[in-house]
Each structure stands twice: as C-alpha cells, then as structure tokens.
C-alpha cells in the first residue's frame, strides 16, 4: 500500500466512483484531521495501491478504525495483505461482499449490520423553533449518550464545534437532541423521556437535514438493521435505503 497526502484527488476520485456509496469515507476525510483532543492532526492516513490508476482506496482513523473503498479483488486482497500486520481492528460501514471477503480466515471480534439511508429530496421545514447545541451543552448531551466513556466528552464537543447540530430547548436547557459524526452521518438523537411523543424527533431531523443541505452536504445516516422505530422516521422525513452496510472488529489472524 502506498500513503497518498492530497486529500482533495482521493475525495475527488470517491466521488466519482460511487458517491452516495462513499459519504463516510469522503466526510471521515474532510473531517478527522481538524483536532477533536487537539492532537488529531497526525492520525489520518490514506492509502492506495497505485497512484496513477487506484483499484481501491483504505483510510485509517487513529490506530483502531478503517474505512475501504475498492473497485476489484485485487485491492481488497492487497488490503487483506496490510491487515495481515495488525493485531486488532475495525472497519467503518462497509459493503456486504468487503464484509465477507475480509473475514475470512480472521478471528471476529465484534459486528454491526446496518441499513445505510440517504436524503436527495426537497424536505419541508421543521414546524417549531429549533437551535444548534453549543458547548456548554456538551455536558448533558455527553450525560445521556450511549457509549458514554471517559473520552466521548471529546467527541461531543468536536461534532458541535465542527458539525451541524439541531436542539429543542425548555427554559433555555436542551431536551432533545441530534448531531453529526465525524463520518459525516446523522446520529446521536436523544429525546428526554418527559418529552417524547411530541414529534419532536421528526422536526429535529427536518432542522438537521435543511442545515446539512445549506452546506452542500448529502444528509445521510446508518440504522441498525433491527431498529425498525428510526427506520420509519428517516423514512418519514424522506431518506432512501441505499443498501446493507457492515462495521466489524478484527482481534487477530485465525491460527
């Protein structure tokens, strides 16, 4: 595999193989360098395994996280080959044939299907007063998150500094919720138990969906293939399925 450093060629080059296909690679790109512990700026690498004529493209996020991107089987066995000297990994939304193909022989750790959705209509408004989370917020949205650890509080506040957010607020305070990933997808919804029920996920999605859109960017999001409740709203707010998509982690090479 050969490191590449112009960023735009390779976003460039995703786009025009399969766009909708690659948003998390191209907005996972554009976005991981930018500092979310303020120590970032070294831990994106990008590799091909020609650069005059790609078969394929691997991303690699910190030490742990990859995205893949290829065009034939001669990249992914060339990939297959640079996974060979790494003890644990994950791969970020990949196709079903890149799932299969590689984890063969591997020793699966962990895995996630998903429905990846994408949104290219023209989407209403939302029909009440919406704002965008700030980081004094960070707080109680990092209270209230899923995969609460020591360092999510980070992550939190990288996605509202650096990413389009949407929040109802009551008395000034914030009670339901949605933000961006560093892959660029929507996620991160959370609607306070006292005040479900309300629609208030709709519209927050419809808020969310006009700011991404306002900065030229294709909303897109990632859906647990049991998830059947998020599965009808993005429906609802106009997103199309697109097809089956794979996270997995790696421990080591079976023996």
Known sequence: MIEV??????????????????????CAIENIDRGI????????????DDEENPNGVLVREH?????????????????????????????DACDKYVYDYMIKD?????????????HNEVSEKSSIDLE??????????????TYK????????????????TSVYRVNGQPVAWVMVHRDGSTGIMYVKEEY????????????????LKSDNKIPFI??????????????????KKLKSVYWYGIKDLKT
């Open 222 to 239: 990632h859906i647990n293939i049991n998830n059947y409740a998020s599965q009808a709203l993005a429906s609802k707010v106009g997103f």
């Open 5 to 26: 450093f112009n960023k735009e060629e390779i976003i460039d080059f995703l786009r025009n193989e399969d766009e909708l296909s690659n948003l998390n690679m191209i």
């Open 149 to 164: 650890d020591e360092e999510s509080i980070h992550f939190i506040r990288d996605n509202i500094l650096n990413r389009p």
């Open 37 to 48: 512990y303020g120590r970032d700026q070294d831990r994106l690498r990008i590799y091909v």
């Open 196 to 211: 479900r029920k309300r629609g208030l996920a709709y519209d927050l999605s419809l808020d969310l969906i006009d700011k």
């Open 63 to 91: 030490d742990y996280w990859y995205y893949i991107y290829h065009k034939n089987d001669i990249f992914l066995e060339k990939a297959k080959r640079y996974f060979d000297n790494l003890g644990e990994y994950g791969v």
């Open 106 to 118: 591997r020793n699966l750790e962990w895995d996630e299907h998903c429905l990846l959705y994408y």
């Open 132 to 145: 965008s989370l700030t980081l004094d917020d960070a707080e109680i949205v990092n209270s209230f998150y």
